[in-house]
């Protein structure tokens, strides 16, 4: 019976030696790194936690920055009012104290009537008792705040004169206060009384 050559390299089966040593199957490692892919792409639970706080997170945030704006606007607006208020009331507080006062000073007129007349017929003299009250009465009503207007010259004013008669005058080019017969009176902004006046006007 012949012999058969033997190769050492040769093992029975046809396997070979370095793939037996290694001991592992080339289907079982294509499993494994399919495996290891598809761990790789999961989500873990924690990462879905992080993900749902940090949403709520912003939207929380969006939330406190709307209510801030709106709080904030609403701070402006009445603040605007309020300021609005205290003008409004500040106005109307000097505008009655100017009434109140008129008021008072309106029983004062007649008697200050009476001294510019006193005045015009000379019965005023310097020195006498009777001048001495009238100037310290006229004292009393310019610290009150009352104010006299209307004067021979001035241009006539419809809105603060009062027309009792109306004289043709030659050279005159427009309304002019001719004469003076009542003085007009003012405190503050509140008209007391208008100026009655003689008006001279262009003569046709």
């Not at 294509?30 to 997170?57: H, M, P, Y």
């Not at 109140?100 to 200050?112: D, E, I, M, R, T």
């Amino acid at each position: 019976m012949a012999d058969k050559d033997f190769d050492e390299n040769e093992v029975p089966g046809g396997e070979d030696p370095e793939a037996q040593a290694s001991g592992s199957d080339p289907q079982e490692g294509q499993e494994n790194a399919g495996d290891t892919g598809a761990e790789g792409e999961e989500l873990t639970v924690d990462d879905i936690l992080g993900a749902s706080q940090n949403a709520d997170a912003a939207a929380e945030d969006a939330v406190l920055a709307d209510l801030e704006s709106q709080l904030l606007n609403d701070l402006k607006r009445l603040q605007a009012e309020y300021a609005n208020y205290r003008r409004r009331t500040e106005e109307q507080r000097e505008l009655e104290i100017e009434r109140a006062q008129g008021a008072v000073a309106k029983g004062l007129l007649p008697v200050l009537d009476d001294l510019d007349r006193a005045e015009k017929h000379g019965d005023l003299e310097e020195g006498s008792p009777f001048t001495a009250i009238a100037e310290k009465l006229r004292g009393v009503a310019e610290k009150m705040g009352l104010r006299t207007y209307g004067e021979a010259g001035e241009v006539f004013d419809p809105q603060q004169h009062e027309a009792i008669f109306q004289a043709p005058t030659p050279g005159v080019t427009e309304p002019t206060i001719l004469e003076v017969v009542e003085i007009g009176y003012r405190l503050g902004s509140v008209e007391l009384r208008p100026a009655k006046v003689v008006v001279a006007v262009p003569a046709e």
